[in-house]
């Protein structure tokens, strides 16, 4: 089918947009990269009577460091993040996520902002921006704020935005030296949305001993979820075979997951557990060398 | 209703000012207000890849954008592979290994095969499966469309 007429608006700054987000609300909608948003309007599911273009706002596009945290601008296309030099240098786990987005022509246009406010708990960058315990910046009219992944999501497709705010940047922490890392997904064919998407983060210490562990899951509950409970099993811990075992296992406890026509909710928990124990297996061979 | 919008944009090397309505998608730009039939439109939400174009050299999907979208964008379909003489090396490797069969899906095929050798001259077997990976064919099975890639990356490379 084709999208219903709108109303087309292309602001070439950020106060601008808001503005015009201020101006029409709930009526209006913001288009980035238009991988999510395009479908669901050909398919008529959206229908906004006002579309906001950002891809004007050249502002919004760019990687770079401040101090030591990576900040991305919100209409930085997926592609340019997975082939970001800075970013496979030293927060790998975001571009090797980030290449299971689709094809390589879906992140030639989807932006990193786009994913993030879309909101799929399957989707790899909300999933990798809760293991590197990412935030988001926001532009409202009265001003800006930061959220974290907890603050951002609330459930399916949804988050904590209010109809005039813009996402405009994201902000993530460095990773200590020793950090192993994996991210690993499951999916039925090439591109496809995630069964199951495990992000994995460990921080060592000389000893060997894991000093924290962070375990982040999408597709397995209403926005990407930390197994905490698995995490504080490993934390401070000499990592064992069975220790891992263990906490994949505690981890798959702590989804809530349904069925659709990918998976039983029985799989995809199933799946969780051993997603998380291959990517525990590989994070720590990272560190500590094949053990 | 809403206002048409005056765009300006350069296809295949040539100028073209039109005006559009703001949910004309590209696509339909291209093949309805160009006659630039060679992209084809086929899911329409973003699955199948026939309708893959250049812009600004980058493979995307026209049925993802609005023709609004691409003012002042620099766009190559599949009718600017061949020069008046002779097909591209592109085309040549898929007519010679016969990486196509009906042809609805060979314009998405074409376009996202050029961007990928230009970023990868010498790709593996592998690499070229996972980057056409985001095209459907239901003729070929794929096989030969992998052959006439890695065949057009041979062929490239010679020149």
């Not at chain 1, 999510?36 to 460091?65: H, Q, W």
């Not at chain 2, 174009?53 to 620099?74: E, I, T, W």
Request: charged share 25%.
């Amino acid at each position: 089918m084709k999208p219903c007429a709108f109303e087309y608006f292309s602001p070439q700054s950020v106060t601008e947009a808001v503005a015009l987000l201020d101006r029409y609300g709930d009526d209006a909608k913001i288009i980035a990269g238009g991988q999510s948003l395009v479908p669901m309007m050909n398919f008529r599911l959206a229908r906004p009577e006002i579309l906001i273009d950002i891809n004007g706002i050249r502002e919004l596009e760019y990687i770079k460091t401040e101090g030591d945290e990576l900040v991305i601008g919100a209409l930085t296309r997926e592609r340019d993040v997975e082939q970001s030099p800075l970013v496979i240098e030293k927060w790998p786990l975001l571009s090797k996520a980030v290449s299971y987005i689709g094809h390589s022509t879906i992140r030639n246009r989807g932006t990193i902002g786009g994913s993030l406010v879309h909101a799929d708990p399957s989707a790899e960058i909300p999933t990798s921006l809760c293991a590197l315990n990412g935030k988001v910046k926001v532009m409202g009219p009265s001003g800006e704020k930061e959220l974290a992944p907890e603050e951002f999501f609330l459930t399916y497709l949804t988050t904590s935005l209010e109809p005039s705010d813009l996402l405009v940047e994201v902000r993530i922490p460095a990773l200590p030296q020793k950090t192993g890392w994996s991210f690993r997904e499951l999916s039925r064919r090439s591109g496809d949305f995630a069964i199951v998407a495990v992000g994995i983060l460990l921080f060592t210490e000389k000893t060997g001993v894991c000093r924290e562990a962070r375990i982040s899951m999408g597709g397995v509950a209403p926005t990407p979820v930390r197994a905490e409970r698995a995490e504080a099993l490993l934390a401070g811990q000499k990592i064992s075979e069975k220790l891992i075992e263990q906490a994949a296992q505690q981890a798959a406890e702590e989804t809530e997951t349904e069925p659709d026509y990918h998976a039983s909710a029985e799989y995809r928990r199933d799946m969780a557990r051993v997603f998380v124990k291959r990517g525990l297996q590989e994070a720590w061979n990272m560190v500590n060398g094949g053990q | 209703m809403t206002d048409n919008r005056r765009i300006m944009v350069k296809v295949n090397g040539v100028d073209y000012e039109r005006w559009v309505e703001p949910r004309r998608l590209l696509v339909d730009f291209l093949r309805d207000d160009l006659e630039l039939i060679g992209t084809h439109i086929g899911c329409e939400h973003g699955i199948c890849g026939s309708c893959t174009v250049l812009l600004n050299g980058r493979a995307v999907r026209s049925c993802l954008m609005f023709a609004v979208q691409a003012d002042g964008a620099d766009i190559m379909t599949v009718e600017g592979l061949a020069d008046s003489k002779q097909l591209h090396p592109l085309q040549a490797a898929f007519r010679e290994k016969h990486g196509l069969q009906c042809g609805f899906c060979t314009p998405g095929m074409l376009m996202t095969a050029y961007e990928f050798l230009n970023e990868h001259p010498d790709p593996s077997e592998a690499e070229v499966r996972k980057n056409m990976s985001g095209v459907l064919c239901r003729c070929t099975g794929y096989k030969q469309v992998v052959d006439s890639v890695m065949e057009a990356a041979r062929q490239m490379r010679k020149k």
